[in-house]
């Protein structure tokens, strides 16, 4: 039996167990959930001075209006002509928001040189959300800049968070995408302790693209970093932060100019 064999073996008996402790209402819930979805994946070769860099970027959407897809396992494949395996990595993926998508980037060294290379994605395990759906605000992303010379995308900018809670760590990434909009590959990074009214500036440098002239845009998105739902949850726990925090320059007014007396009001 092999190592991914026994993975789903236990993942099996695992979800067996689960449910055989559920009610019948418990698990209707479960199986009415939809498995993540994934919309699209690129991955590419490219020779490096330590060996061939396999990169490889992805988009996974949650349909399901009230819950996290959580622990989520990328297991990546890469095989050289004959069929050999010179490559296999598990990634684990952020927690899914409900009714959202995760994008996500990685990238390994070779020592062989691979031909192909797959993607098979472990299913989530399912996390309701203690709050609704419009709780969990995207993280803003600003001052994008990209610079593309001798086969290196730079990618810079700055990112914010909506919340009262300062965001411990943050996982940035780009998504690369060619004049017609198909994918080409991707990068990540991260920035720590993101506090309300501030901003961290990120540097992402990719040069595991085979072609960067074909490089047309960048997608930069900063999301929560961890496989569970809590780094989002704590975060939207603690409220959003005001949106204008200047203090008001100008004098109050001396009587209040939107209240209206009414006839036989007594009160000052």
Sequence with gaps: ?????????????????????????????????????????????????????????????????WHFGEHTVATVVAKDAAGKEVVRLEQPLDAVPPADSLSFSGQVVAAEKPTTVSIQYRPAQWHQAGRIVSSFLHFPVSDVLTDNKDGSYLITGYVGTPYRRPAESLAVTALLRDKAGKLLG????????????????????????????????????????????????????GGVAPMHIVKPTTAPFVKDRGRTTLTGDSRP
Excluded at 210 to 231: L, N, Q
């Design 1 to 65: 039996m092999t190592y991914s064999t026994r993975i789903v073996s236990a993942l099996a008996v695992l979800t067996a167990l689960a449910l055989a402790g559920c009610s019948d209402d418990d698990k209707q819930a479960v199986a009415a959930l939809k498995p993540l979805a994934v919309k699209e994946q690129a991955s590419s070769i490219v020779k490096g001075d330590e060996g061939y860099v396999v990169n490889w970027a992805g988009v996974l959407a949650n349909r399901n209006p």
């Design 186 to 237: 991707g990068g990540s990074t991260f920035v720590e302790d993101v506090r309300p009214g501030e901003k961290r500036r990120f540097i992402l440098q990719i040069k595991s693209v085979p072609d960067t002239s074909k490089i047309a845009t960048a997608e930069v998105t900063a999301r929560t970093w961890g496989s569970s739902s809590r780094p989002y949850e704590e975060l939207a726990k």
